[in-house]
């Protein structure tokens, strides 16, 4: 499978506990982002890689969250001291530039997500 | 800041009639849209996407849209339905320049009735 790849696909945790989650995205794509989706919302942008850079953070991305990619590969969100109001779905994608565009990427590739429950 | 409505919470359609799943849009500049479907415990699966040219775009699965520039909006279509379709459809947008973030609507939950 050469889709995008999320690890676990399910965390159970106790309040205060810290998280990790993994992202693997699609080889040859350069561009990685995070997003959370509560239900019955959509996905809402958390932050995003270009390469190894951290290009931008959502306001959403406390002081507790930390994201990284060192390698410009996988990528890895961190959540200290969880919150019950942490509990989400946290979404990765990839995505490549458009061929000939110095902006702009082509769509994004989600991953199956990485349920969260902070008890 | 770009933002997607999607007015309807359910679309209700008896298989085999069109499916019509509502979008506007709201963003700064000339927009890149594009539609997602999700299923049950998976992720968002990529439809189709509006970049430039025909304002037709054609997808996935035999869905279209049609990007009205003048109505700021991104209906996506599909002329007869299939029980399969079932499932929750979000539109969302970026602007061309800035940021990459998109900017998803709440989703439209499309169940086909057999």
């Known amino acids: 499978d050469t889709g995008v790849s999320q690890d676990p696909r399910h965390k159970i945790t106790k309040r205060g506990q810290n998280v990790t989650f993994r992202c693997d995205p699609i080889s040859e794509h350069n561009r990685l982002y995070w997003y959370r989706q509560t239900l019955g919302q959509g996905p809402e942008f958390l932050t995003y890689f270009q390469n190894e850079a951290q290009l931008e953070k959502s306001r959403l991305l406390s002081d507790r969250f930390s994201a990284e990619r060192p390698k410009g590969s996988f990528s890895t969100l961190e959540i200290q001291r969880t919150e019950q109001g942490d509990s989400a779905m946290y979404l990765c994608?990839?995505?490549?530039?458009?061929?000939?565009?110095?902006?702009?990427?082509?769509?994004?590739?989600f991953g199956p997500g990485t349920r969260l429950t902070v008890l | 800041a770009q933002s997607v409505a999607q007015p309807e919470d359910q679309v209700n359609v008896a298989e085999g009639n069109p499916l019509t799943v509502k979008c506007t849009y709201s963003v700064s500049g000339n927009p890149y849209l594009f539609w997602y479907v999700q299923y049950p415990n998976r992720g968002l699966q990529f439809l189709l996407k509006y970049i430039t040219g025909d304002n037709l775009v054609k997808g996935s699965y035999g869905f279209e849209a049609e990007f009205n520039k003048s109505q700021t909006s991104f209906h996506l279509k599909k002329p007869s339905a299939l029980v399969s379709d079932s499932a929750l459809y979000f539109c969302?947008?970026?602007?061309?320049?800035?940021?990459?973030?998109?900017?998803f609507g709440k989703g439209n939950q499309v169940v086909v009735i057999p």
């Open positions: 994608a990839s995505s490549s530039l458009i061929a000939g565009a110095s902006t702009g990427d082509n769509e994004q590739f």
């Open positions: 969302a947008v970026r602007g061309r320049y800035g940021n990459n973030r998109l900017a």
